[in-house]
């Protein structure tokens, strides 16, 4: 069992950076790979990036390749989404979520959780 907490989202101005994290309860951290993925309102929550166990493995969306970096430090039970370049169409819930293997797909991820807002103003 895994439980994921969010912080780091807030209001930013476009152009501006932000930097979430989520931290795993548990032992087993470095056992999932970890994803973030991300629902605007009135949207389908949708994928946004994924490190793989170690954090040597990472992968992104199109609409952020560039912009956003994922990291996990698994002494820390945490990853992150370093955010730069904010656009107002990134403004959206966050999510991060834990799995099994490294996917873009909501299915894939067992355990998510609960968002942190992210609001990028134009």
């Known amino acids: 069992q895994v439980q994921l907490v969010e912080s780091g989202g807030g209001l930013v101005q476009a152009g501006g950076s932000l930097r979430l994290s989520c931290t795993a309860s548990?032992?087993?951290?470095?056992?999932?790979?970890m994803a973030w993925f991300r629902q605007a309102p009135g949207k389908e929550r949708k994928f946004v990036s994924v490190v793989n166990w170690s954090g040597d493995g990472t992968y992104y969306a199109d609409s952020v390749k560039g912009r956003f970096t994922i990291s996990r430090d698994n002494a820390k039970n945490t990853v992150y989404l370093e955010m730069h370049s904010l656009k107002p169409e990134d403004t959206a819930v966050y999510y991060c979520?834990?799995?099994?293997?490294?996917?873009?797909?909501?299915?894939?991820?067992?355990?998510w959780g609960q968002g942190t807002q992210v609001t990028v103003s134009s």
């Open positions: 979520a834990a799995g099994a293997v490294v996917a873009g797909e909501e299915y894939e991820y067992g355990y």
């Open positions: 548990g032992r087993a951290f470095s056992t999932y790979v």
